[in-house]
């Protein structure tokens, strides 16, 4: 049981950059992998990136590997994926979740945020 707010969407301009937050709450954050997810209307949820509890695994989806980077403040009880290089293809609900495994498999994780929007623009 944990509880996720994902922060950090927004406008930006294909080529530009954003860096969204997945704030936790709850005392064992750091024994649940983190994965992001994003939906396009229309469009499936897909997998984006995920980190494992102790932060030393990742793994991202071959659209978003070279362009987007996950990071992991235990302390803080919060999750940052660093996206550079966006493109309009970018554009979709972003959301966080946690998990019990470190998978790419939405169906792993429980426990969703609310989403943010990203919306890239040529």
């Known amino acids: 049981q944990v509880q996720l707010v994902e922060s950090g969407g927004g406008l930006v301009q294909a080529g530009g950059s954003l860096r969204l937050s997945c704030a936790a709450s709850?005392?064992?954050?750091?024994?649940?992998?983190i994965g992001w997810f994003r939906q396009a209307p229309g469009k499936e949820r897909e997998f984006v990136a995920v980190?494992?509890?102790?932060?030393?695994?990742?793994y991202y989806a071959d659209s978003v590997k070279g362009r987007f980077t996950l990071s992991r403040d235990n302390a803080g009880n919060t999750v940052y994926l660093q996206m550079n290089s966006l493109k309009p293809e970018d554009t979709a609900v972003y959301y966080c979740?946690?998990?019990?495994?470190?998978?790419?498999?939405?169906?792993?994780?429980?426990?969703w945020g609310q989403g943010t929007q990203v919306t890239v623009s040529s």
């Open positions: 979740a946690a998990g019990r495994r470190t998978t790419m498999a939405l169906s792993d994780f429980a426990s």
């Open positions: 709850g005392r064992t954050f750091s024994s649940y992998a």
């Open positions: 980190i494992s509890w102790g932060g030393g695994l990742t």
